[in-house]
């Protein structure tokens, strides 16, 4: 009795916690293993939202290829912009994106980026709005690649524009050529 005296004492102060976001980082690793074709690091340019100057930072994104046509590839991808501090509080943004990606030569690529985002942290406000992206892609080697480009968020009649860089990681298929 005193055992499971002390698991429930210990479930009761959440000790267990770690234990289940444990959990769901695994789950989220294998659902992640087995979709993504591209992890990519990108570092901003300072922009303002909101009439407040936000700093550069960096941000965490992935795109998985849904359909390759010749030299067009469309498909979906997601974004996280670590949080950054502006003023007294905090500017934390995520997107939600479809892109194309047009090959134009043998390590020339551009993108188009269409898609919604969610800005919070601003006046402790939450705000729904569109993405658009476009830029160029230099491949360096077969699975590295750079990227700049334009970014433009738009939510509640408030818009930002910043410029993007980016070093990209590409994940073939097996069956990819």
């Known amino acids: 009795m005193n055992g499971i005296t002390t698991l429930l004492q210990m479930r009761k102060r959440k000790y267990f916690l770690p234990i289940n976001q444990m959990k769901y980082i695994l789950i989220s690793i294998v659902f992640i293993s087995q979709c993504f074709m591209q992890v990519r690091l990108s570092i901003d340019s300072d922009f303002s939202y909101d009439n407040q100057d936000v700093d550069s930072g960096l941000s965490l994104s992935y795109d998985k290829v849904l359909v390759k046509k010749g ?51 601003i006046n402790s406000n939450d ?51």
């Open 71 to 121: 030299n067009v590839n469309f498909g979906v991808g997601l974004e996280h912009m670590l949080p950054r501090d502006i003023g007294g509080s905090t500017f934390k943004s995520n997107n939600l994106y479809l892109f194309i990606r047009n090959i134009y030569a043998k390590k020339w690529r551009s993108y188009l980026r269409l898609g919604y985002n969610r800005i919070s942290g």
């Open 127 to 177: 705000r729904n709005g569109a993405l658009c992206a476009f830029g160029v892609d230099y491949k360096l080697t077969e699975n590295w690649h750079i990227e700049t480009g334009y970014h433009i968020t738009s939510t509640n009649e408030e818009y930002s524009s910043r410029i993007v860089c980016s070093i990209s990681r590409y994940f073939k298929a097996k069956d990819d050529k």
